[in-house]
């Protein structure tokens, strides 16, 4: 069965270094998502992609966030300058249309030192 | 903005019993779409189920299924014949036409199974 894989599971990072989170969505979808859970707390949403461009983001996604998908397969969440508040869940997500089940990643753990 | 809200931050169920996880949704929107995800304690979210805002049957799979009541804008999970692997942390999470495909998530309620 296709699924949404994310590496690494786990990453650790000092604060104030770039981190880059990757995912391969399922090959025939064309939305992708990031969302976020800090730990305890409700999974939040960070961005969505479509058609090769951000179709929307929460004012979590600041300019120390950004998205790429830089071939066919991969789709890239980098975090430029990690802050403590940063660790948590990041879980990568794509869906085939709009209004349809979106498949979730593992997720990777992000702990900010 | 719609707000899912999830009342019940944690629940203890009998083994092979039925079990009801409450969900009730905000949103002035006519066209949305209804979710639940579980997350068990390694962490991943499984798609569980999904009802959409025009859709008039209650949506069924397997041994879950959603009770949506439209008009008191709520979206229950009823777990049928609980099991040990059901005890995990269960998300109500709602998307709407209007707002592209994003989901926005409740707080979650914490099932434990008790054989």
């Known amino acids: 069965e296709p699924e949404v894989t994310q590496t690494p599971s786990h990453q650790v990072t000092q604060m104030g270094q770039e981190v880059i989170l990757r995912c391969v969505p399922i090959s025939n979808h064309l939305y992708f998502y990031w969302y976020r859970q800090i730990l305890g707390q409700k999974v939040e949403f960070l961005v969505s992609?479509?058609?090769?461009?951000?179709?929307?983001k929460s004012e979590i996604f600041d300019d120390q966030f950004s998205v790429e998908r830089p071939d066919g397969s991969n789709f890239t969440l980098k975090i430029r300058s990690t802050k403590l508040e940063d660790s948590a869940m990041y879980f990568c997500?794509?869906?085939?249309?709009?209004?349809?089940?979106?498949?979730f990643g593992q997720g990777t753990r992000l702990t900010v030192v | 903005a719609q707000k899912i809200t999830q009342t019940q931050p944690g629940m203890f169920v009998q083994e092979k019993e039925a079990v009801t996880l409450d969900c009730t949704y905000d949103t002035s929107d006519q066209s949305y779409g209804l979710f639940w995800y579980k997350q068990p304690s390694s962490g991943e979210m499984i798609f569980l189920i999904y009802q959409g805002s025009y859709d008039e049957q209650n949506a069924t799979e397997g041994r879950y299924s959603l009770n949506f009541q439209k008009a008191r804008k709520s979206a229950n999970l009823v777990i049928s014949a609980s099991q040990l692997g059901d005890s995990a942390m269960y998300f109500c999470?709602?998307?709407?036409?209007?707002?592209?495909?994003?989901?926005?998530f409740g707080g979650g309620t914490r099932v434990l199974v008790k054989p």
């Open positions: 999470a709602m998307t709407r036409k209007a707002a592209g495909n994003k989901l926005t």
């Open positions: 992609f479509y058609n090769n461009e951000i179709s929307e």
């Open positions: 997500a794509s869906s085939d249309t709009v209004n349809t089940e979106a498949f």
